[in-house]
């Protein structure tokens, strides 16, 4: 392969979403936090096949499966989210009772500070 | 001294506390492979603190509460059902797949093209007797193709209909026995913390997520109350509706214990597959097949009767079918005999002008805008494109479902700090992921429109 093509790029944001989509079949926050750079890395590297010097592009077949991989990855994104926040609701009324406009009361993360090295 | 009393008890109050602990660690341990199973965890309730009063303070183990959040339980039974749909369809789907595929045995676009060459060979030897009963065999073998795919989508629909029958059975056979241990709720409330009961019934209550959605809700009693769509009760305290299937109409229906009609409650799961399956697709690909049937039987036909035939009559009629509803399943040739068969137009007796007019029927716009083995393909694509669909969304719900079953696994055992502050942690994550996905989206469109 030919330096700035656009297949070694190309390789690397598939992998990248494919790790992507491992981290968040068990969303713990840091594996969240890890999914973000792995999406960072995936458009890191889209960036790079478009700017590759080559005429040559993607086969539709390969758009088409990391489109398929996006898609996945974000509903693997939204559905943790939406539990992690459905429970949170849920917590929020237990602990703190409801407002005014009978919205659970959100939940306010104690003061805290880390200290590291 | 009584102070130092008071500290004895504290403080085998506490040593009972973590006895208790590690009895709900040795039962996670004991039941960590038993399906349904959650941790169960521990609440230490802290006495008040009031010596002089008597009120040594320390802590006692309240209660066992099961760490199963009901949050958590519904959540991984809302996917279940939604995945549970998706697989039984595409399942269903896969079933009749074969008759679609356009390049297999019971391929109705190969007979339809063999016939059109049949009337193409005889338009060249209108007079040609084996011409003649070429055309016959070819139309015999199209009605054969015709019939086979009419009678495997009308089994299909008699299989969904006892499919259905069956998982309304299962509903109430479960029901019935989440019913049995309501009853041991309701006898005696410290059934409650017995471990092995709950794991009993959230299994229970999985394997019936799996069948219908429905909503389960926590009584006072400890006893749990099922709505079938969140709607319909299908069991209250000890009291269970049992629902039931009717399948005497064309549409099949799923009735309550009063005989109401709440079939629209019912759309996910194994039976809301197979009810959308039975009541909607099955119907609509056959309704497309008896609208191919019947349009070629009557273009061609009406063709024919346009013309002379041997004898220079009018044309005989080729096809014959029953009603225009069941035209695939009672599609025929007629008794007609080779000599009827109408080669030449009313304007030039003896010649093959009707003959070629057929064969050029192949390629005319007979319905919606298609020629006949077009409007096949679009039936064709219609139920791939379902299929893969169904296919594609049960592979999707599965990886949720997995997802969720371990967020669940983890929804206990984490204090409340922790939790909001892993929260607005996740927040942040979440929201850094979800940028990046809006930026990796706009890249592919870019990416779509470079390879066209």
């Known amino acids: ?117 | 001294m009584a102070g130092f009393m008071a500290s004895l008890s504290a403080t085998s109050d506490a040593l009972r506390a973590f006895e208790k602990a590690l009895s709900v660690v040795q039962n996670n341990v004991a039941n960590a492979m038993t399906p349904g199973y959650a941790r169960q965890r521990l609440y230490l309730e802290a006495l008040p603190f009031v010596p002089e009063a008597g009120f040594p303070g320390g802590v006692r183990a309240a209660r066992i509460e099961s760490a199963r959040q009901d949050y958590a339980e519904q959540a991984v039974r809302a996917r279940q059902s939604v995945w549970a749909r998706s697989d039984e369809l595409a399942a269903a789907l896969g079933r009749i797949e074969h008759l679609f595929d356009v390049s297999g045995q019971i391929a109705i676009p190969r007979a339809i093209t063999a016939l059109f060459e049949a009337f193409s060979a005889w338009s060249m030897a209108p007079n040609d007797t084996v011409a003649r009963q070429s055309v016959l065999e070819r139309a015999r073998d199209l009605t054969n193709r015709f019939q086979e795919i009419a009678s495997a989508l009308a089994q299909a629909f008699h299989q969904t209909s006892s499919a259905i029958q069956n998982q309304v059975a299962q509903i109430n056979r479960l029901v019935g026995r989440v019913r049995e241990i309501n009853v041991l709720y309701r006898q005696d409330i410290r059934n409650l913390e017995d471990p092995s009961l709950d794991a009993r019934l959230h299994a229970l209550l999985e394997e019936l997520s799996q069948v219908a959605d429905f909503t389960a809700l926590r009584q006072e009693d400890g006893s749990v109350m099922i709505l079938l769509g969140g709607q319909t009760p299908l069991l209250v305290g000890e009291e269970q509706f049992e629902i039931s299937a009717d399948l005497s109409q064309p549409q099949a229906r799923i009735l309550d214990a009063a005989g109401r009609d709440i079939t629209w409650q019912v759309t996910l799961g194994r039976l809301g597959a197979q009810l959308e399956f039975r009541n909607r697709i099955l119907p609509e690909l056959t309704a497309d097949l008896n609208r191919l049937a019947a349009a070629m039987a009557d273009v061609i036909n009406a063709r024919l009767a346009a013309g002379l035939d041997r004898n220079g009559q009018p044309g005989a009629p080729l096809f014959a079918y029953d009603a225009p509803e069941i035209a695939a399943a009672t599609l025929r040739v007629t008794a007609i005999t080779p000599d009827e068969l109408a080669a030449a137009s009313a304007e030039a007796p003896g010649g093959n002008g009707n003959a070629l007019a057929l064969a050029e029927l192949a390629d005319s716009p007979a319905l919606d805008g298609f020629n006949f083995i077009g409007f096949y393909g679009w039936i064709a694509r219609r139920a791939g494109g379902a299929l893969q669909d169904a296919r594609e969304g049960a592979d999707q719900q599965k990886q949720m479902l997995l997802q969720t079953q371990w967020l669940r696994e983890q929804a206990s055992g984490v204090s409340l700090d922790e939790e909001a502050v892993n929260l607005v942690r996740f927040q942040r994550a979440y929201e850094a992921a979800a940028r990046m996905i809006r930026a990796i989206d706009e890249l592919m469109e870019t990416v779509i429109r470079l390879v066209g």
Request: proline share 7%; aromatic share 4%; with cysteine.
């Open chain 1, 1 to 117: 392969m030919s330096m700035g093509g656009w297949e070694e790029p190309w390789k690397s944001a598939e992998a990248a979403l494919g790790r992507a989509e491992q981290l968040l079949m068990a969303p713990s926050t840091q594996a969240c936090e890890a999914t973000a750079v792995q999406l960072e890395a995936v458009e890191g590297a889209l960036r790079a096949t478009l700017s590759s010097s080559t005429a040559a592009r993607p086969e539709p077949g390969q758009v088409q499966r990391l489109r398929g991989g996006l898609r996945r990855v974000t509903l693997l994104l939204d559905n943790a989210a939406a539990f992690r926040l459905g429970w949170a609701r849920v917590l929020a009324a237990m602990v703190g009772g409801y407002t005014e406009r009978g919205e659970p009361k959100p939940l306010q993360p104690p003061a805290s500070i880390e200290l590291e090295g």
